[in-house]
């Protein structure tokens, strides 16, 4: 399952195909762009985990393309590709939103452990993110999407809340009145009976994988356990 989504720019069309490929045999999705100025307007347009971006293309330069991606996203990374190796060159790159400056040639393993180290590293700054491997089961909690093999299934914006609240804590004791008030903002019989309704819904979307299973804790809340046998239907 490819989950990743990367924004290629890149306007050499035989290095842009091969590290393409290389990037989708790598389990990432790419989203290519071979001229800089449709790069700004298709960015508008997706939805993307991180940008590599050429900085000497044509019409618009990277440099220039990641200070507008900056105006419209602030968080997600910026890798620069360029043969540009002068300090000033990469000083701009950092100045203008870079995250890293890979100079050309390079080795493409080690793009893709920076790649790999940067996704790692934004994850841990937030204390979230957007990609959680669920047993047998991918889900993108920013595209509200569950999929195991070709099977997508569509949640709900609460499902999909109350599935990353668990995915973000597994094994751990989710309390009721907290998952209550950060999700639906209040903690009464109503809003509690509802929040029922969505565990019972994930339960069946994840019951296709019996060694996981959301626990009911009399009382106390909820537990995303993984790896265990039948499912808990309490």
Known sequence: MRSVTIFLVEDDLSFGSVLKSYLELNDYFVDWVDDGKYA???FRKGSYDICILDVMLPHIDGFTIAGEIRKINNVVPI????????????????GSGGDDYVTKPFDTEILLAK???ILSRRDFQTGSRDIF??????????LR????????KKLSPKEAQLLELLALNPN?????????????????????RSMDVYITKLRKFLSEDPTLNIKN?????????????ESDKA
């Open 40 to 42: 700004v307007d298709h």
């Open 217 to 229: 804790i009399h009382g106390a809340g909820f537990q995303l356990i993984i790896g265990e046998g």
């Open 145 to 152: 999407t569950l999929t195991s093999g070709n099977d997508e």
């Open 115 to 117: 790649i790999r180290a």
């Open 79 to 94: 890798v620069f590709l360029t043969a540009k190796k002068l300090k000033e060159d990469v000083l701009k790159g950092y």
């Open 172 to 192: 751990e004791l989710i309390s009721r009145e907290m998952a209550l008030k950060k999700i639906w903002g209040a903690d009464d019989y109503f809003t509690a």
């Open 133 to 142: 491997e669920i047993g047998k089961f991918v889900f993108n909690a920013r």
